[in-house]
């Protein structure tokens, strides 16, 4: 859709699934870098929003229209939520988390892009 | 799960906070899971059932049953009391039972599944995820009952 977007968004969804893994491994929990890293994700998954919203009617078929724009807004709730939990958990298990939510993230932007170039 | 050395080593002075909750600790990533799930099939089954429901009205309902499941042990095993847990614990046994079911039929009648559900084929299209989390979920369920009511003996004995 925009590649150095996606790109970006992988990327940064590396990060922060790299962070939590460091993270999980010395025993930390939710700390300022993380917090950055997963609003950074954010920050660039509503760009994407707005890109994607204005791109979408590329796309022909009514029904992979829907689940592209259904799949934009389902992304933006990944990070906040996970960040959510792990702040409620004092354990490793937070991070554990974190390390899922950017993985989640991660696949739902190569969704994205797939639904995006198989449609247009 | 191997108990965390810094909240195990805070929380021994304090048997209130060390209770077992289906919500905590290995529990989060059960809740954060089946949050997913939930949204991932309450998506998919509205997008399904407005877009295209003649398609395949079967599948199609499958999903938004499985969404329903799937929000209600959510639900239940983030709340974690005695009640939610009872819920949960049937939303489970309900899920377990039907990617069972549904896996079976879709395998022995394809016809019948011209569209993916979260179930069909034993969750293939989802990692196999659907048929591994209710038992992990059962599993969890069992083990944090098991541990509370140690925790109660515990409490009930330095009682007297």
């Known amino acids: 859709m925009l590649q150095p977007l996606t790109v970006v968004l992988l990327v940064s969804s590396g990060v922060l699934g790299l962070l939590a893994a460091h993270h999980l491994v010395r025993g930390r929990l939710v700390d300022d870098p993380l917090i950055i890293v997963g609003a950074a994700i954010e920050l660039a998954l509503l760009v994407q929003l707005v890109v994607g919203l204005t791109k979408a009617s590329a796309i022909g078929d009514g029904a992979e229209r829907a689940t592209f724009i259904a799949y934009l807004f389902t992304v933006l709730l990944v990070i906040p939520a996970t960040i959510v939990i792990a702040v409620k958990e004092k354990t490793q298990w937070a991070m554990a988390v974190v390390l899922g939510g950017a993985l989640v993230v991660a696949i739902l932007v190569a969704r994205l892009q797939q639904v995006w170039s198989l449609n247009v | ?160």
Do not use: C
């Open chain 2, 1 to 160: 799960m191997s108990e965390p050395t810094p909240t195990s080593a805070e929380t021994t002075g304090n048997p209130a906070v060390e209770r077992p909750h289906t919500g905590h600790g290995f529990g989060r990533v059960l809740v954060a899971v089946y949050g997913l799930l939930a949204l991932a099939a309450t998506g998919r089954s509205i997008l399904q059932i407005t877009e295209y429901f003649d398609r395949a009205p079967v599948p199609f309902l499958l999903s938004a049953v499985a969404a329903l499941i799937y929000l209600v042990a959510t639900i239940g095993l983030a709340r974690g009391d005695r009640a939610s847990v009872r819920l949960a614990t049937i939303a489970l046994t309900v899920e377990l039972v039907g990617v069972l079911a549904v896996g079976t039929w879709s395998i022995l009648r394809p016809e019948a599944f011209p569209e993916k559900t979260v179930w069909s084929h034993f969750g293939a299209g989802y990692g196999y995820v659907p048929l591994v989390l209710p038992l992990v979920g059962l599993w969890w369920i069992r083990r944090t009952a098991r541990a509370s009511a140690a925790s109660d003996a515990e409490v009930a004995r330095s009682a007297d």
